[in-house]
T-cell receptor, first 116, second 116 residues
Framework: AQSVAQPEDQVNVAEGNPLTVKCTYSVSGNPYLFWYVQYPNRGLQFLLKYITGDNLVKGSYGFEAEFNKSQTSFHLKKPSALVSDSALYFCAVRDLPHFGNEKLTFGTGTRLTIIP | GAVVSQHPSRVICKSGTSVKIECRSL??????MFWYRQFPKKSLMLMATSNEGSKATYEQGVEKDKFLINHASLTLSTLTVTSAHPEDSSFYICSARGGRGGTEAFFGQGTRLTVV
């Protein structure tokens, strides 16, 4: 079974500082990995994904994530945090499609607060 | 990215009545749609997966007779909460993925259901 762990419920970062939101995963095969952001009372917005290729993936709003197969991690990063980045962030994993197992499994979420 | 529209965004209903939530993919054909439930400060719990033209696949513990899912077309899926009770109050989110080669899922804005 696939699973995702986000070890930090809450991350606080000063505006302008770099931020990291951690994610580790477990799958039986090769993973599809995703990051989503959720603002209050809203659905999830897609940020970025890793399917194959370059381990460093760039996404929306200046975010990037690095796929590390040996550490089974996919941490979300941004060089300089903005107050508007404050939101709830979800990491998700999906096994390579076996046309029968195409579910996304989400982590528990990390609330990111950027302090002005 | 692709747009998924979910309606209504908020609904209040009386205990014992039924509520229908619509999820539409506006600019792509969604072969697979997913329905999630999100409890306060918690991650998304997958309720069911539906493929156009076939019966939905429900996750363990989700009552199929209570949460009726219909995916009659490639752009529309509906979730009907039947005989709603206060414990059904929650935030419901749909997502849609296009084609068998589609990778990321796109999410609706969510529906806040309150049963009084």
């Amino acid at each position: 079974a696939q699973s995702v762990a986000q070890p930090e419920d809450q991350v606080n970062v000063a505006e302008g500082n770099p931020l990291t939101v951690k994610c580790t995963y477990s799958v039986s095969g090769n993973p599809y990995l995703f990051w989503y952001v959720q603002y209050p009372n809203r659905g999830l917005q897609f940020l970025l994904k890793y399917i194959t290729g370059d381990n460093l993936v760039k996404g929306s709003y200046g975010f990037e994530a690095e796929f590390n197969k040996s550490q089974t991690s996919f941490h979300l990063k941004k060089p300089s945090a903005l107050v508007s980045d404050s939101a709830l962030y979800f990491c998700a994993v999906r096994d390579l499609p076996h046309f029968g197992n195409e579910k996304l499994t989400f982590g528990t979420g990390t609330r990111l607060t950027i302090i002005p | 990215g692709a747009v998924v529209s979910q309606h209504p965004s908020r609904v209040i209903c009386k205990s014992g009545t039924s509520v229908k939530i619509e999820c539409r993919s506006l600019d792509f054909q969604a072969t697979t749609m997913f329905w999630y439930r999100q409890f306060p400060k918690k991650s998304l719990m997958l309720m069911a997966t539906s493929n156009e033209g076939s019966k939905a696949t429900y996750e363990q513990g989700v009552e199929k007779d209570k949460f009726l899912i219909n995916h009659a077309s490639l752009t529309l899926s509906t979730l009907t909460v039947t005989s709603a009770h206060p414990e059904d109050s929650s935030f419901y989110i749909c997502s849609a993925r296009g084609g068998r080669g589609g990778t990321e899922a796109f999410f609706g804005q969510g529906t806040r259901l309150t049963v009084v």
